[in-house]
């Protein structure tokens, strides 16, 4: 049975975005589009995007502060979308694009980034989990395993929108913000058991205590891969609390 994935759309151009929709429908994928800035981080803070397609050439967009945002909800798989003679950005020639689509699209390109896309999906998706993952939280519940499942819960709910606070206190340089973005974090994660979290989280929260501003980056990107490691296992972690 093929993934049903969600997908950003980013483009201006109702062209593009119409041939990506009709591509992408196609093969059983929910699209989300946005135009504008205010748009896509919406569609962000929505739910997990596993895939997004930036079209370089949207003048409504600063596409640099899409793609940190982008990168703070670690879609699995970022594609740029430019026309055949343009050439990327410098603003985003260091960004993680795992491949570029240009423009006229040819269904097999689409259909190639979409198998890579779907493989990702999977392999992530069955990554198994320690034994004990959940045995701090159920020990703090006294396992009420009811209780366990409504605190993840509100952790899939809250970890978007806080780390993407981060990550906007990183780009601007707000210490005293990074801080206490981090310092929520640390507690939240704590809270339910999630040392692996807490501990990046409480990372990057000294760091910003002690203005260690080049050490950011590489902190804030550790953080992203153990709260996507933990979003991976969504449905894995919560169907271990169901009785």
Do not use: W
């Amino acid at each position: 049975m093929q993934a049903s994935l969600t997908i950003l759309i980013d483009s201006s151009n109702p062209l593009t975005v119409q041939q990506l929709q009709y591509h992408l429908s196609a093969k059983g994928q929910k699209t989300i589009c946005t135009d504008r800035l205010h748009g896509g981080l919406s569609a962000l803070s929505a739910g997990t995007v596993d895939a997004a397609f930036i079209d370089l050439e949207n003048p409504h967009v600063n596409t640099a502060q899409l793609l940190s945002h982008l990168n703070a909800h670690k879609p699995y798989h970022l594609v740029a979308v430019r026309s055949h003679e343009r050439a990327l950005p410098q603003t985003v020639k260091d960004q993680p694009f795992d491949d570029i689509l240009t423009k006229p699209f040819l269904t097999q390109t689409i259909t190639k980034i979409m198998a890579q896309i779907i493989e990702k999906q999977h392999r992530h998706a069955n990554t198994p989990l320690p034994a004990d993952f959940l045995t701090p939280l159920l020990t703090k519940t006294q396992q009420n395993k009811k209780l366990a499942q409504t605190l993840l819960e509100r952790c899939f709910d809250d970890f978007p929108k806080q780390l993407s606070e981060i990550q906007t206190s990183v780009d601007q340089q707000n210490i005293e913000q990074l801080q206490n973005c981090a310092h929520k974090l640390n507690g939240s994660a704590a809270f339910c058991g999630l040392t692996s979290i807490q501990l990046a989280a409480q990372h990057l929260e000294t760091l910003a205590k002690n203005n260690t501003v080049k050490q950011f980056d590489s902190a804030l990107e550790s953080l992203n891969k153990t709260v996507q490691s933990f979003r991976n296992q969504q449905e894995q972690l919560l169907n271990q609390l169901k009785d």
